[in-house]
């Protein structure tokens, strides 16, 4: 009676053994499957994000419709839509981060401008469907993607992780409780998103053409205004793939 | 109450129910259910049956069977598992849709259904192959693949896609599309993405390789639009396009693919892509022809050459600036009238080609130069000039004007009246040459400066309207460069021009292309023979020859015979067919051939003769000379032999009127110097003709024997002068008709009732002398010509002057009476000799025998009158001394008129006289 006892014992323990393996695996191995969805070229990777950036930059893209769209396309109220929104981290803050802060700040600023995306549009466009605005999430959806490629691949080039850039999330948060300021505010917030996507542009022109290479593009730490200058202690979060990234 | 029916109504409703549930169960079911097998491989299902089932109906699982497609399976694939379940297996699966059904038999006999299933074979998905996916401009990606072989089982195919943190929705294909699917997003661009193919059935599921691109490398842009074209005035060469370019052009660098042509090329020429590698609005195209109209294209793509190309664009056209006219226009000139001292020239040129005259031309300008005199200056805008000239050498200018400028002057000498063209082109040909008529000729020693092609439709209905072109002194070879027509024959004409005037033309004749003639000829016959036909036929109008008659050929044949061809030379329009038939009917038809073809004129039936001719000529000519011939030579030899026919056929009849009888007889006047014959006998030579004695028992009285003697003495005298006497109608026939036909009965009454006998004793026939006295029976009824017609009679008496006896009559018998060749001889012998010795009844009994028998009737009066002569010899012979010496008297002087028949015995001599009969 006990032989069979000792026998479902031993085929127990490689099953469970496997199990166990399995599951503390399962997050590397989905990092290493999506992993080898993105590009391994870091010039590729790099021109991907320059040329998203440039895209996104682009006013025409959403800016110009929204006011179209919201009825904002006067002078005065194009005035008031320029005055962009200061809640998205200056190019010479951003060029002073690490590549990887760098990144995980773009990647988090890119977040919040899609929470702000979305609750602008449920507030402002109500039923109204806007083609760019879809185009737009699909392409910060993108900027994002690539931004955990291009992280991956510093990462597994032993590039230290930089903390990101805080507050950035606060100011994008809807407050206007007004229709027409809300319409503002929002225009403002496109303006602002326009504006941060050339900064981010204009950081990755100055990227070298290696990946291996590790330096900080500004010693200007400092001349960020709008944003707080804090170095928070945790790693560089990375995003998570199939959808699961951070909110 | 109420509760009562709802009981009833519940009670009902439950024995409905458990009644249905007894029909719906079943006795048995097939595992597994819907089975999908797949192709090749072996399949097992299970009949269960129910325990109850087999309760009612007494069966267990040897009882039942199975069909496929309602065709009972062998019982070798049954497996019997237990009692209520029975498998069947199929091994090697090669229907693809089969209904199985188990069956069983209840109570052993009763086959009952149990259960069915569709059993659906097929093929598991093979991998799908060549994936691909395009991203058109503002679609969504559509992804292409290769689904491998047919399953034949519903196979869906899905297209996955996902990004490193991001997995998109999958698009399944539709199935009259499995070969490919639109996602339903939007392409990111710069993200790059992994696509997948998943096929899968009920058999199995695969997927394809994974690719991983970024979508702006799948990209076919729009095209470019608003294209448009422009020119510039300062420079005639160029023309530069302006377009549009795609939205995408914001996202992507583009590169373009330019094309452009010529108005009415069909090829397209190509900008050099290394120019138009970068993006742009605009290009400049360069090195066109002035004034010309341009057709341009355009197209782009990705600038690193990835993705697709678009579309082309719209084409859009453009024209060049105008420039001077290049080339000098063709220039000739004719000479319509020509009189004393002046000349009405005609001047031609032709129009330039838009190539050459390189804008639109706005005039000519012509100047007419005689020798040591002032230019004559022409503006014209039509293509000719007529001008009157003297006949003295004039020398023309001629240069087309554009907007631009003019052209090259066109020099063209006009000799004088008396200019003798000479110097010409040899060995001209002409011949078709890819669609087009080439002219070749070899040039003259002379310096050519240019030549001159002339040509026009020869045509039998319209005239000779003639074209031109000009070629330059250096060209040996061209091709006539109007609008040439096929199955049109063309008289080409090639005329070099000197500097001091035109040379010698040449003319050669060609087809662009040739074709078989529209008609046939028409064959006639010229002449029919027996044996032979001339055929004719006249040569094909040019119109119908649609190219170059090369021969003809002649079919013929009879209504029944085989055809029989002939090929004549195109040069002939005569042939003779030979070796006919004659008097056969024969149908003939002619086929004319070009190089492309015959075309058959229409059929001819002509009729050969009978006979050739002349042939009956021939045969009715010589055959009536011939007749003519011999019947002149007949005639000639009758007449040199008349006395011999004469004696034979027609005997000289002694006329009786010159007898010595008659000249004795008392009733007869001496006629001897009356009668021609009188005079040959008065010769001499018939001295004494003695007729003896004539016994006679005729009972007509006496006196009408005169009358009918001084009857017939008139008559004779009435035919004096001819030489056939009484006789004369016929050489053959009795004298008797000539005499009197009336009395023709009466004397066989007399000659019937009277045997009458007359010895003629005479001198001989004609030099003979016999030497026996002839007595002879003049028998009305018979000629005694039948007896004169045959000398041998004469002979036989000659024989028997010979002194042969009886002998030589018998011969004679012999020879005129063949059939009664023995017995009747002896018998007639016999009986002429009983005859002799008996009366004269018995002598006429004889005779009726002798006519009563048909076999020897011809012969009977031969008989009888021999057997009168021999049997009156015998008779008389004795007592007729006397007369007898007379008689050898008269027979010498018989004999010397050979013509003389040598009896003749129509006369019954009477008392006193005779009496013709």
Redesign the interface.
Known sequence: MRAPSMRAQRTRRPLLSLALGLLLLSPAAEAAV??????SSYT?LL???R??AH?MK?T?CLLEPYIRLQGLDTPVLRGFCTECSGAFPSEDALAALSRLAFLQTVSATLDGVLQRLAVLQQKCLKAKDLPEF??AR??I??????I??MSELLTNGSETPEAPLPGTEAPLRPSAQDTFQAKVEGCQLLCGYHRFMGSVEQVFEKWGDSPSRNRRHSPRRALHKGARRARPSRRVKK???????SR | MMLQIWLVQALVVFLTTQCIGELVDTCGVISPESPVIQHGSNFTAFCVLNEKCMSIYEVNASHIIWKANRVLIPKEQYTIINTTTSSVTFTNTSLTNVQLICNILAFGQIEMNIYGVRMRTGFPPEKPKNLTCIVNEGKRMMCQWDPGRETHLETNFTVKSEWATEKFEDCKAKPETPTSCIVEYSPVYFVNIEVWVEAQNALGKVASDHINFDPVDKVKPNPPRNLSVSNSEELSSILKLTWINPSIMNVMRLKYDIHYKTKDASTWSQIPPEDTATTRTSFTVQDLKPFTEYVFRIRCMKGDGKGFWSDWSEDARGVTYEARPSKAPSFWYKIPSHTQGSRSVQLIWKTLPPSEANGKILDYEVTLTRWKSRSQNYTVNDTNLTVNLTNDRYIATLAARNLVGKSDASVLTIPACDFQATHPITDLKAYPKDNMLWVEWTPPGKAVRKYILEWCVLSDKSPCIPDWQQESGIVRRTYLRGELLGSKCYLITVTPVYSDGPGSPESTKAYLKQAPPSKGPTVRTKKVGKNEAVLQWDQLPVDVQNGFIRNYTIFYRTIIGNETAVNVDSSHTEYTLTSLNSDTLYMVRMTAYTDEGGKDGPEFTFTTPKFAQGEIEAIVVPVCLAFLLTTLLGVLFCFNKRDLIKKHIWPNVPDPSKSHIAQWSPHTPPRHNFNSKDQIYSDGNFTDVSVVEIEANDKKPFPEDLKSLDLFKKEKISTEGHSSGIGGSSCMSSSRPSISSGDENESAQNTSSTVQYSTVVHSGYRHQVPSVQVFSRSESTQPLLDSEERPEDLQLVDNVDSGDGILPQQQYFKQNCHQPKTSPDISHFERSKQVSSSNEEDFLRLKQQQISDPISQSCGAEQMKMFQGVSTTDVFGSETEAPAERLETAGMEAAVDEGMPKSYLPQTVRQGGYVPQ
């Open positions: 999506a992993m080898r969805r993105c590009s590729q021109g991907q994000l040329s998203l895209l682009d025409s879809h185009v699909k392409n959806q993108g900027v994002r993607n690539n955990y490629c995003p998570v793939p199939r959808g699961q990234l």
